[in-house]
């Protein structure tokens, strides 16, 4: 009884993390100045366009879908950005 005890804290510790750093990403962008947060906003743009669109390689995927996030975090994705990212949303697998 004990171990699902600890098991189900550690899980819980786990998803708070994970919602914990997501939130961290958020928070960095909405610190930045607007032209900060623009040159990073664009140059990460350009680096998804080179590595995932146009170079997409499995061994980059984990790469991509972080980006992936990252760039709709910013308020400079506007809707040819949106369109970029709609476009290369993974979907479900099996």
């Known amino acids: 009884m ?12 786990l998803l708070g ?3 914990w750093s997501g939130g961290e990403q958020r928070r960095l962008v909405e610190r ?7 040159a990073v ?3 990460t743009l350009r ?15 984990r790469y991509c879908d972080t980006q992936h996030d990252f760039l709709g975090l ?3 994705c506007d809707t040819g950005c949106v369109r970029l990212l709609a476009k ?3 979907g479900p697998t099996r």
């Open 88 to 90: 290369l949303q993974r």
């Open 41 to 43: 906003f664009e140059n």
């Open 47 to 61: 680096t998804y366009r080179t590595i995932c669109v146009d170079g997409l390689s499995d061994a980059f995927q």
């Open 2 to 13: 004990s171990n699902r005890v600890v098991l189900l804290g550690l899980l819980v510790m």
């Open 17 to 19: 993390y994970v919602a």
């Open 74 to 76: 910013f308020p400079e």
């Open 32 to 38: 930045l100045s607007p032209s900060e947060r623009r």
